[in-house]
Nanobody, 115 residues
Framework: QVQLVESGGGLVQPGGSLRLSCAAS????????MRWYRQAPGKERELVAG????????NYADSVKGRFTISRDNAKNTVYLQMNSLKPEDTAVYYC????????WGQGTQVTVSS
């Protein structure tokens, strides 16, 4: 079955960096576009970044452009989200997502940006 396992979250000070990882299994990873979403308390889940199956095309929410970078390693079945210049408003649970026949989500990883 499809599994998405996120890791790398934590507490970081404003201006700091984190790298999230999402290890995928149960589907043909190299053929699937991947996405990162986030959900802050009291807010709807929002798309943060997406990457095409081969990694040649990416897209970002306006709020993270220039600060976050999505990438993937198809040999490791893993997608990453490098987050730099973090702000308190980036605090959220971050989820990995893939859409095949169905839409699958990971369990999420908490990112807290606070001094």
């Amino acid at each position: 079955q499809v599994q998405l396992v996120e890791s790398g979250g934590g507490l970081v000070q404003p201006g700091g960096s984190l790298r999230l990882s999402c290890a995928a299994s149960g589907f043909t990873f190299r053929s699937a576009a991947m996405r990162w979403y986030r959900q802050a308390p009291g807010k709807e889940r929002e798309l943060v970044a997406g990457i095409s199956s081969a990694g040649g095309s990416t897209n970002y929410a306006d709020s993270v452009k220039g600060r976050f970078t999505i990438s993937r390693d198809n040999a490791k079945n893993t997608v990453y989200l490098q987050m730099n210049s973090l702000k308190p408003e980036d605090t959220a649970v971050y989820y990995c997502q893939v859409s095949t026949t169905y839409v699958y989500w990971g369990q999420g990883t908490q990112v807290t940006v606070s001094s």
